[in-house]
């Protein structure tokens, strides 16, 4: 029966991506009319490419920190961290962006699209990292505290050797999957005109109409940002496995 | 070394978990017994001999000196005995011999040469020379068992606690674990134990004390207690788990 369903499960699948890529590929495409932008589309892909990697090590920061803050003895960094994490995911990243650039930037004299772009897309991710963090530490047996307590450990040492390495397995998944929808989220940036990879393929069908042929090259080109970042994650469940 | 409890209650929300025992282990007891029904007490008491708790009323006086209640000071008096639990709680991240070298050289301050050469004297001493690069999901539950006993002593604690040490193994593996039990208080080692095994704390132990409801029900030398209880409550105990 298992096998029959492996069997059935697969051919649906195939028959449905044979059928989608033949339907794209099929297409009568006009690849001439982009073809003047291709500079347009490198630059886009390099500054994608810059926004979310400083923004990867900036949502890990925040993350860890509004982690320490929800898991903190004080109420106050509780509160304080719990509430900037439900605002954050409770409200549309377009939103953030556009309050992020237009009023609270030039509140504070800061006129930079590229950086406030990236703190926007820091928080916003590190929002939804701390509770995969804060899942990841908390799903560690009570036993496991209690042995380092009785062996002397610290706090620090108890998060150090024993909570943190074996959370990091934990959370890998869940935090590869949140990378790289940053990676796509980068997209939004648009609305405060950073020149990145989906602002310039919309720039391009603005010019030549040729939707698809604009849209297309989005594809392989978020790809293969992403599909790095799932092969590293794979990897380093590897690293980290051990048996329960 | 002496331990003094004096009126010792542990409260959690609606259970009186320890409620106002006093006991005076003196110098000369080598082994300590804590035996009764569960749910009695025996884990919290030691729990709170052994600083990993604090009292709700009541100390815990050693030598004249009493317990702090403060978690960071009482983590010397911790750092100074070893424990050893039911489920054995060896970190599963880090193999047999790095389960044992942790506490030595980060809360004894062994150098990586030192905590590694005890270790696997003590893991050798315990039969387990050929499974130091194990981790706790590759061995089985004895030889789990023993790797938490080797990391309990190998920096020779003032005393060795051991919270019902044999309860989830088979009997065969409960032998393996009791004979090196013995084998260490024939060495000298001063041992607190909770047990169920009735037989081996009758042999093994010089004092032991039954516990109830939280309570103290009686006292005393090892062989008097269970040659002749002075409480219905504990004859009928003690029928019980002997008949078998």
Same mark, same amino acid.
């Given at each position: ?14 028959? +449905? ?83 992020? *650039? *237009? ?16 703190? /926007? ?19 560690? !047996? ?28 934990? /959370? ?73 | ?13 609606? +259970? ?64 100074? @005995? ?12 880090? +193999? ?6 942790? !506490? ?12 590694? @050469? ?47 040490? +044999? ?60 040659? @002749? ?16």
């Amino acid at each position: 029966m298992k096998t029959f369903l492996g069997i059935f499960v697969s051919v649906v699948l195939g028959a +449905t991506f044979c059928f989608v890529f033949w339907i794209v590929v099929s297409h009568d495409y006009q690849w001439d009319a982009i073809a003047p932008y291709k500079g347009n589309f490198i630059s886009g892909w390099w500054t994608t490419l810059l926004i979310s990697a400083i923004a990867l090590v900036g949502s890990i920061l925040i993350g860890a920190l509004l982690t320490s803050g929800q898991l903190s003895p004080w109420k106050v960094p509780r509160i304080l961290s719990r509430s900037f994490v439900e605002l954050i995911r409770g409200t549309p990243l377009l939103t953030q962006i556009l309050i992020g *650039y *237009y009023l609270v930037a030039p509140a504070i004299g800061w006129d930079s699209r590229f950086g406030v772009g990236i703190l /926007v897309l820091s928080c916003f991710s590190g929002a939804y990292l701390s509770e995969i963090f804060r899942g990841g530490v908390e799903s560690i !047996p009570s036993s496991q505290w209690l042995s380092a307590k009785a062996i002397g450990f610290t706090d620090a040492q108890t998060y150090r050797f024993v909570v943190i390495p074996q959370a990091i397995r934990r /959370v890998l998944p869940a935090s590869a999957g949140q990378f790289a929808n940053l990676i796509k989220d980068s997209s939004l940036l648009f609305v405060i005109s950073v020149h990145e990879f989906t602002m310039q393929a919309r720039e391009v069908n603005a010019n030549t109409y040729a939707t698809f042929e604009a849209y297309l090259p989005l594809i392989f080109g978020y790809f293969i940002l992403t599909f790095p970042i799932s092969l590293l994650s794979r990897s380093l469940e590897k690293r980290f496995a051990y048996e329960h | 070394m002496s331990i003094e409890t004096a009126s010792l209650t542990k409260h959690y929300v609606e +259970t009186k978990a320890i409620d106002n025992v006093s006991v005076s282990i003196g110098d000369d007891v080598q082994v300590l017994a804590l035996i009764g029904p569960s749910g009695g007490g025996k884990s919290t008491f030691l729990r709170l001999i052994g600083g990993l708790e604090s009292p709700t009323f009541g100390e815990v006086t050693v030598n004249g000196i009493t317990l702090p209640v403060d978690d960071s000071a009482l983590r010397e008096w911790r750092k100074k @005995n070893g424990f050893l639990f039911q489920s054995f709680n060896l970190f599963p991240h880090l +193999t047999a011999e790095e389960n044992v070298i942790l !506490p030595l050289a980060e809360v004894h301050q062994s150098s990586q040469e030192d905590a590694k @050469n005890r270790a696997q004297e003590v893991l050798s001493r315990f039969g387990l020379a050929k499974h130091l690069g194990k981790q706790p999901g590759q061995l089985s539950g004895g030889q789990q068992q023993r790797v938490a006993l080797a990391r309990a002593i190998a920096h020779k604690p003032q005393w060795l606690l051991l919270d019902e040490p +044999t309860s989830a193994l088979d009997p065969e593996m409960k032998a393996e674990v009791l004979d090196l039990i013995e084998e260490l208080q024939k060495s000298g080692q001063k041992i607190i134990l909770s047990t169920h095994e009735m037989g081996f704390a009758r042999r093994a132990s010089d004092h032991v004390i039954f516990l109830s409801d939280g309570q103290k029900l009686e006292e005393g030398n090892a062989e008097e207690l269970f040659e @002749n209880p002075k409480t219905a409550e504990v004859k009928l105990f003690l029928e019980k788990v002997m008949k078998w």
